[in-house]
């Protein structure tokens, strides 16, 4: 993703939690289990090269932004990517307060040079130029895109990507959404194609298309920053091309990152990876998944 310059902001048990918030708040994603470690000896927590011995130093930056995180406070375990941190750190064999949280600028997390972090949550999208400089993990999440509306719009309370035929749709060229406009919705009118994208997002302020196709996070940034009166119809996947993903971020060379691999896959394979993006990144975010 590429993030405004103004907002820059997963089973080897099934009772595991989603994602623990730390002891000392009540409130978490959606339980409070104990960690549950790998069951790789090379993934022992005692045998992890960690920047603090005994901590899991996870870094963001701040603000930190919702649907992200929640209230501006990585460390409640609310809100996608703190429940996905805590719920590698419970894998990896973290309890809650032996997590650490330091502040690190979108564009450091993934610049040369030395890390102070263990690994770095702050949708980073993985890519080649990137990790020339940093090595990532594999993908947490994979992007959808969204669609935006403006309030009162007819298009406003579609429920399904067949309620949006006869839109017209404002996209940026040269990215994935104008092709996922193309392959799945197929509108009967041609989108309307601009060169930038604060172009695009002008047009939906000004009523020159009926909805505006973005990614995900880049609608929520839309609809909270930049369209007052907007608001998100929904969310839908791509049908071709490369998908693009987040993923953490770590040290070059960082030996860690095969064990946070682990603990993702275990994540995904149990369903509990999807449960935070539905119940983050889903309905109750405002972004239905549109079929």
Do not use: H
């Not at 005692?46 to 501006?72: M, R």
């Not at 040369?112 to 130029?129: L, R």
């Not at 369903?271 to 990144?281: D, N, T, V, Y």
């Not at 889903?282 to 972004?287: D, I, L, M, T």
């Amino acid at each position: 993703m590429l993030r405004p310059s103004i907002l820059l902001a997963l089973g080897a048990l099934a009772t595991a939690a989603v994602a623990c918030a730390p002891a000392s708040d009540t409130s978490t994603a959606t339980g409070t289990a104990g960690p549950t470690p790998s069951a790789s000896a090379t993934c022992a927590k005692d045998q992890l090269k960690l920047v603090k011995p005994g901590t899991l130093t996870i870094a963001t930056d701040k603000p930190a932004y919702e649907p992200w995180f929640k209230d501006d406070k990585p460390a409640n375990g609310q809100g996608f990517e703190s429940a996905v941190a805590y719920a590698v750190a419970s894998k990896l064999g973290f309890a809650n307060g032996e997590v650490t949280w330091s502040t690190v600028p979108f564009n450091s997390a993934f610049a040369p040079g030395q890390k102070q972090f263990d690994f770095d949550v702050n949708q980073v999208s993985i890519t080649a130029a990137r990790a020339k400089a940093v090595d990532f993990s594999k993908g947490y999440y994979t992007v959808k895109q969204a669609v935006i509306t403006l309030n009162g719009s007819k298009f406003a309370s579609a429920t399904s990507l067949a309620g949006l035929k006869d839109a017209k749709i404002g996209v940026q060229v040269g990215t994935t959404a104008l092709q996922a406009v193309k392959d799945v919705i197929q509108p009967a009118a041609e989108p309307n194609v601009y060169n930038e994208q604060i172009d695009a997002v002008s047009a939906l302020k000004n009523k020159q298309v009926d909805a505006l196709v973005v990614d995900l996070p880049t609608a929520f940034y839309v609809t909270a920053a930049q369209v007052e009166g907007s608001k998100i119809v929904g969310q839908f996947g791509t049908a071709s091309g490369t998908p693009e993903e987040f993923g953490l971020v770590f040290q070059k060379g960082s030996p860690l990152v095969s064990c946070v691999d682990q603990a993702i896959g275990e994540l995904s394979a149990s369903g509990e990876l999807a449960q935070i993006e539905s119940r983050w990144l889903g309905s109750a975010a405002g972004a239905p998944e549109l079929k």
